[in-house]
Protein backbone atom coordinates (compact mmCIF):
# COMPACT_ATOMS: atom_id res chain seq x y z
CA UNK A 1 0.00 0.00 0.00
CA UNK A 2 1.27 3.60 -0.44
CA UNK A 3 2.40 5.51 2.31
CA UNK A 4 1.37 8.92 3.89
CA UNK A 5 4.26 11.26 4.49
CA UNK A 6 4.66 13.86 7.43
CA UNK A 7 7.26 16.51 5.96
CA UNK A 8 8.68 19.30 7.98
CA UNK A 9 9.70 22.37 5.88
CA UNK A 10 11.38 25.27 6.41
CA UNK A 11 10.40 28.14 9.26
CA UNK A 12 12.40 30.83 7.66
CA UNK A 13 15.61 29.97 6.02
CA UNK A 14 15.21 27.50 2.70
CA UNK A 15 18.58 26.04 3.47
CA UNK A 16 17.33 24.14 6.20
CA UNK A 17 14.85 21.94 4.50
CA UNK A 18 16.60 18.07 4.78
CA UNK A 19 17.43 16.15 0.99
CA UNK A 20 15.33 13.20 2.33
CA UNK A 21 12.25 16.06 2.43
CA UNK A 22 13.10 17.35 -1.10
CA UNK A 23 13.04 13.78 -2.31
CA UNK A 24 9.50 12.91 -0.86
CA UNK A 25 8.22 16.32 -1.59
CA UNK A 26 9.52 16.20 -5.56
CA UNK A 27 8.78 12.41 -5.78
CA UNK A 28 4.93 11.46 -4.33
CA UNK A 29 1.70 11.44 -6.40
CA UNK A 30 0.23 14.11 -3.94
CA UNK A 31 1.04 17.26 -1.36
CA UNK A 32 -1.74 17.78 0.85
CA UNK A 33 -1.05 21.64 2.20
CA UNK A 34 -2.14 24.56 4.20
CA UNK A 35 -1.43 26.80 2.01
CA UNK A 36 -1.37 25.75 -1.88
CA UNK A 37 0.45 29.17 -3.40
CA UNK A 38 3.22 29.21 -0.82
CA UNK A 39 3.98 25.59 -1.64
CA UNK A 40 3.86 26.07 -4.99
CA UNK A 41 6.63 28.65 -4.95
CA UNK A 42 8.40 26.08 -2.43
CA UNK A 43 8.12 23.82 -5.48
CA UNK A 44 9.33 25.63 -7.84
CA UNK A 45 12.92 26.80 -5.72
CA UNK A 46 13.09 22.91 -5.26
CA UNK A 47 12.58 22.06 -8.81
CA UNK A 48 15.21 24.82 -9.88
CA UNK A 49 17.85 24.20 -7.08
CA UNK A 50 17.75 19.75 -6.17
CA UNK A 51 15.66 18.03 -9.08
CA UNK A 52 18.93 17.64 -11.43
CA UNK A 53 21.12 16.86 -8.58
CA UNK A 54 19.05 14.67 -7.06
CA UNK A 55 18.01 13.13 -10.17
CA UNK A 56 14.88 13.80 -9.80
CA UNK A 57 12.15 14.89 -12.77
CA UNK A 58 10.28 18.45 -12.25
CA UNK A 59 7.16 18.34 -10.12
CA UNK A 60 4.30 20.04 -11.60
CA UNK A 61 2.73 21.57 -8.56
CA UNK A 62 -0.78 22.49 -10.26
CA UNK A 63 -1.50 18.61 -10.86
CA UNK A 64 -0.41 17.39 -7.16
CA UNK A 65 -1.03 20.14 -5.09
CA UNK A 66 -4.46 19.22 -2.55
CA UNK A 67 -5.40 22.22 -0.34
CA UNK A 68 -5.73 20.73 3.36
CA UNK A 69 -6.79 23.50 6.18
CA UNK A 70 -8.62 23.15 9.57
CA UNK A 71 -12.07 23.85 7.95
CA UNK A 72 -11.91 21.46 5.43
CA UNK A 73 -10.40 19.16 7.33
CA UNK A 74 -12.82 16.84 7.43
CA UNK A 75 -13.40 16.34 4.06
CA UNK A 76 -10.37 16.22 2.68
CA UNK A 77 -9.03 13.47 5.48
CA UNK A 78 -11.22 10.78 3.32
CA UNK A 79 -10.32 12.26 0.31
CA UNK A 80 -6.49 11.35 1.24
CA UNK A 81 -7.08 8.07 2.58
CA UNK A 82 -8.91 7.22 -0.50
CA UNK A 83 -6.10 8.48 -2.72
CA UNK A 84 -3.62 6.40 -0.80
CA UNK A 85 -5.73 3.37 -1.21
CA UNK A 86 -5.78 3.72 -4.58
CA UNK A 87 -1.98 3.24 -4.39
CA UNK A 88 -0.82 7.43 -4.43
CA UNK A 89 1.93 8.26 -1.95
CA UNK A 90 0.87 11.67 -0.57
CA UNK A 91 2.95 14.25 1.69
CA UNK A 92 1.35 16.29 4.38
CA UNK A 93 3.35 19.39 4.84
CA UNK A 94 2.31 22.31 6.45
CA UNK A 95 2.84 26.02 6.17
CA UNK A 96 5.75 26.13 8.21
CA UNK A 97 7.81 23.92 9.91
CA UNK A 98 6.90 20.57 11.18
CA UNK A 99 3.17 19.44 10.43
CA UNK A 100 0.93 18.56 13.33
CA UNK A 101 2.33 21.22 15.66
CA UNK A 102 -0.37 23.70 16.28
CA UNK A 103 -1.55 23.12 12.54
CA UNK A 104 -4.11 20.74 11.01
CA UNK A 105 -3.12 16.87 10.69
CA UNK A 106 -4.71 15.40 13.46
CA UNK A 107 -8.07 13.83 11.98
CA UNK A 108 -5.71 12.55 8.83
CA UNK A 109 -3.37 11.09 11.06
CA UNK A 110 -6.05 8.94 13.31
CA UNK A 111 -7.90 8.54 10.58
CA UNK A 112 -4.62 6.68 8.60
CA UNK A 113 -3.94 4.72 11.50
CA UNK A 114 -7.88 2.96 11.71
CA UNK A 115 -7.18 2.21 8.23
CA UNK A 116 -3.78 0.47 8.77
CA UNK A 117 -1.94 2.74 6.41
CA UNK A 118 1.80 3.10 6.80
CA UNK A 119 2.25 6.99 8.29
CA UNK A 120 6.68 7.89 7.48
CA UNK A 121 8.01 10.82 9.53
CA UNK A 122 10.50 13.08 7.31
CA UNK A 123 11.70 15.20 10.57
CA UNK A 124 12.82 18.92 10.12
CA UNK A 125 12.67 22.58 11.53
CA UNK A 126 10.05 23.17 14.02
CA UNK A 127 10.05 26.75 15.86
CA UNK A 128 9.76 26.16 19.18
CA UNK A 129 12.37 23.19 19.01
CA UNK A 130 14.89 25.80 17.31
CA UNK A 131 14.07 28.19 20.37
CA UNK A 132 14.60 25.84 23.59
CA UNK A 133 18.07 25.08 21.33
CA UNK A 134 19.78 28.54 21.88
CA UNK A 135 17.36 29.36 25.15
CA UNK A 136 20.54 28.73 28.00
CA UNK A 137 17.46 27.00 29.69
CA UNK A 138 17.44 23.37 31.78
CA UNK A 139 16.01 21.20 28.84
CA UNK A 140 15.68 18.36 31.15
CA UNK A 141 11.58 19.03 31.17
CA UNK A 142 10.07 21.24 28.70
CA UNK A 143 6.29 21.58 27.93
CA UNK A 144 5.19 22.76 24.76
CA UNK A 145 1.65 24.85 25.51
CA UNK A 146 1.18 26.33 22.14
CA UNK A 147 -1.19 29.00 21.75
CA UNK A 148 -2.90 29.89 25.17
CA UNK A 149 -6.96 30.80 25.16
CA UNK A 150 -8.50 33.61 23.67
CA UNK A 151 -10.50 34.23 26.59
CA UNK A 152 -8.89 35.56 29.66
CA UNK A 153 -10.35 33.75 31.93
CA UNK A 154 -9.45 30.63 30.77
CA UNK A 155 -5.97 31.83 30.04
CA UNK A 156 -6.06 32.75 33.42
CA UNK A 157 -6.86 28.94 34.78
CA UNK A 158 -4.79 27.90 31.99
CA UNK A 159 -1.48 29.34 33.49
CA UNK A 160 -2.54 28.68 36.91
CA UNK A 161 -2.22 25.39 36.39
CA UNK A 162 1.16 25.33 35.15
CA UNK A 163 2.19 27.35 38.21
CA UNK A 164 0.84 24.33 40.37
CA UNK A 165 2.99 21.85 38.67
CA UNK A 166 5.99 24.26 38.53
CA UNK A 167 5.54 24.32 42.35
CA UNK A 168 5.71 20.39 42.94
CA UNK A 169 7.77 19.50 39.80
CA UNK A 170 11.12 17.82 40.86
CA UNK A 171 12.47 19.75 37.51
CA UNK A 172 10.77 23.01 37.13
CA UNK A 173 9.47 22.30 33.43
CA UNK A 174 10.32 25.06 30.53
CA UNK A 175 7.40 26.18 29.32
CA UNK A 176 7.05 27.04 25.14
CA UNK A 177 4.02 29.49 24.10
CA UNK A 178 3.49 30.62 20.92
CA UNK A 179 2.43 34.44 21.20
CA UNK A 180 0.37 36.48 18.70
CA UNK A 181 1.96 39.87 18.45
CA UNK A 182 -0.86 41.88 19.38
CA UNK A 183 -1.43 39.80 22.17
CA UNK A 184 1.93 40.61 23.98
CA UNK A 185 0.85 42.82 26.73
CA UNK A 186 -1.92 41.06 27.22
CA UNK A 187 -0.56 37.55 27.66
CA UNK A 188 2.39 39.25 29.46
CA UNK A 189 0.71 41.05 31.81
CA UNK A 190 -2.00 37.38 33.13
CA UNK A 191 1.78 35.72 33.62
CA UNK A 192 3.23 38.37 35.91
CA UNK A 193 -0.26 37.92 37.46
CA UNK A 194 0.13 34.08 37.82
CA UNK A 195 4.23 33.85 38.27
CA UNK A 196 5.17 37.08 39.39
CA UNK A 197 8.19 39.10 37.48
CA UNK A 198 9.84 36.17 35.83
CA UNK A 199 12.73 36.16 33.29
CA UNK A 200 11.45 35.62 29.57
CA UNK A 201 13.29 34.97 26.36
CA UNK A 202 11.44 36.10 22.94
CA UNK A 203 12.27 34.31 20.19
CA UNK A 204 11.53 36.46 17.42
CA UNK A 205 11.24 35.39 13.23
CA UNK A 206 13.80 32.25 13.87
CA UNK A 207 16.03 31.49 10.92
CA UNK A 208 14.76 34.94 8.99
CA UNK A 209 16.57 38.02 8.02
CA UNK A 210 15.39 39.56 11.04
CA UNK A 211 16.06 36.36 13.32
CA UNK A 212 16.17 38.43 17.14
CA UNK A 213 16.49 37.00 20.32
CA UNK A 214 15.05 39.23 23.47
CA UNK A 215 16.08 38.12 26.82
CA UNK A 216 14.40 40.17 29.15
CA UNK A 217 12.12 39.97 32.12
CA UNK A 218 8.29 40.31 32.15
CA UNK A 219 8.01 44.14 33.78
CA UNK A 220 10.64 44.84 31.75
CA UNK A 221 8.81 44.18 28.56
CA UNK A 222 5.60 45.62 29.94
CA UNK A 223 7.51 49.11 30.63
CA UNK A 224 8.80 49.40 27.50
CA UNK A 225 6.86 51.08 24.44
CA UNK A 226 8.56 49.06 21.51
CA UNK A 227 6.44 47.28 19.32
CA UNK A 228 7.66 43.62 18.60
CA UNK A 229 6.25 41.90 15.38
CA UNK A 230 6.38 38.67 13.53
CA UNK A 231 6.20 35.32 14.63
CA UNK A 232 7.42 34.70 17.83
CA UNK A 233 8.05 31.88 20.47
CA UNK A 234 8.04 32.80 24.26
CA UNK A 235 9.83 30.74 27.14
CA UNK A 236 9.96 30.70 30.84
CA UNK A 237 10.38 29.03 33.82
CA UNK A 238 8.53 29.83 36.98
CA UNK A 239 11.59 31.38 39.67
CA UNK A 240 13.24 28.74 41.38
Known sequence: M???YIVATPIGNLED???RAIRIILSVSIIACEDTRKTSQLISILNERYSSILKIPKLDSQRKLLSYYDEVEDIKCHEIIYMIKRGNDVALISEAGTPLISDPGYKLINESIKQEIK???IPGASSFVTAISIAGLPTSSIWHIGYLPDLKIKR????DNMQK???IAIN???YSIFLPPHKIRLILTDIREI??????????ELTKIYEEII???????LNNSSVIKGELVLLFRAKV
Request: hydrophobic fraction near 55%; glycine fraction near 2%.
Open 215 to 221: RINVDEL
Open 165 to 167: ISN
Open 119 to 121: IVP
Open 156 to 159: IKML
Open 195 to 204: FGNVDIIICR
Open 17 to 19: ITL
Open 172 to 174: KPV
Open 2 to 4: AKL
